[in-house]
């Protein structure tokens, strides 16, 4: 049994011409070979951003859900913004 399944794709012209400049430089052999690299890069991506979210965005939130008095308000962001604006803009 076969391990692979072929598709047949659409691309724009210029992911296209992307695709044959990788395979014409030799960085890669085929075409398949340059859509599988750049779905393990996707696939990479996901799922680094999935732990990113499950691990410090959920561990924030916890903390925060806690102890609420360590929230800042918009109101104190934008102040504090416009001081660094500010003082970034001094002789």
Known sequence: MRSTQQFSITLPHEMADAV???VASGQYATESEVIRDGLRVLLAR????????REDVAAAY???EADPTRTVSVDEIRAHLAALHASSNEP
Do not use: H, N
């Open 62 to 64: 916890d903390a925060l």
């Open 46 to 53: 996901d799922s680094a951003v999935e732990k990113w979210l």
């Open 20 to 22: 044959r400049a990788k």
